[in-house]
């Protein structure tokens, strides 16, 4: 079984940043994908970005391109999500995940998920 906790949400105004981490803990799978998901309110779960264990293979949501980075810390079984640019259409919860696979960006494909941290931004 893996854990994954996400810590980081809040509220923040628009065009303001918030960082968010999720730690992973027990039993991980070597060379793992980290991925982050968001559903907002009366929305599906959107794939929001993804990278490889080792950081080569990063991908992006079309909404959140060069806004938001992501990144990840192997040491620490940790990955971050930097959200740059806030607006009021990226308020959601924020899910974190974890795969098997090398950096999948559709839901399925991925193992175990985290409870999720909201996210809001004030306009």
């Known amino acids: 079984q893996v854990q994954l906790v996400e810590s980081g949400g809040g509220l923040v105004q628009v065009g303001g940043s918030l960082r968010l981490s999720c730690a992973a803990s027990?039993?991980?799978?070597?060379?793992?994908?980290m991925g982050w998901f968001r559903q907002g309110p009366g929305k599906e779960r959107e794939f929001v970005a993804v990278?490889?264990?080792?950081?080569?293979?990063?991908s992006y949501g079309d909404s959140v391109k060069g806004r938001f980075t992501i990144s990840r810390d192997n040491a620490k079984n940790t990955v971050y999500l930097q959200m740059n640019s806030l607006k009021p259409e990226d308020t959601a919860v924020y899910y974190c995940a974890v795969s098997r696979s090398r950096a999948p960006t559709q839901a399925p494909m991925y193992d175990y998920w985290g409870q999720g941290t909201q996210v809001t931004v004030s306009s």
């Open positions: 990278i490889s264990w080792s950081g080569g293979m990063i």
């Open positions: 027990g039993r991980t799978f070597t060379e793992y994908g």
